[in-house]
């Protein structure tokens, strides 16, 4: 495995750009993979907004204190701060496409 991929065997992350791939990058995107029935650890991120693009599958995302479902082909933006998690409702594991507005992400659970 290589230092760009994440994988905790329900959610793996595969980093595509962040600073610690391309120096100086100024931004970050992602694919994650979530397994069925699988809700990812409540964060926020206070130094970057998140843009969360579903390729396959069908999520719950929060935003903040409120929930909506997203299926293939839906993107939702989460602000710089809101408290957000995503929860694979489908039978089969959901693909996403993340684009962060930093480099360097700051995580805060």
Do not use: F
Request: glycine share 6%.
């Amino acid at each position: 495995m290589n230092d760009a991929v994440k994988d905790d065997s329900l959610v793996a992350m595969e980093w595509l750009m962040e600073d610690a791939i391309q120096k100086d990058a100024g931004v970050s995107l992602a694919r994650m993979t979530v397994a069925p029935d699988t809700l990812s650890e409540l964060h926020s991120h206070p130094n970057c907004t998140e843009a969360i693009h579903v390729e396959q599958g069908t999520i719950r995302q929060r935003c903040g204190d409120e929930w909506m479902i997203l299926e293939q082909g839906q993107t939702c933006l989460i602000p710089k701060g809101y408290s957000h998690q995503t929860q694979n409702i489908g039978a089969e594991s959901a693909v996403l496409i993340l684009a962060y507005s930093s480099g360097t992400r700051i995580y805060e659970t």
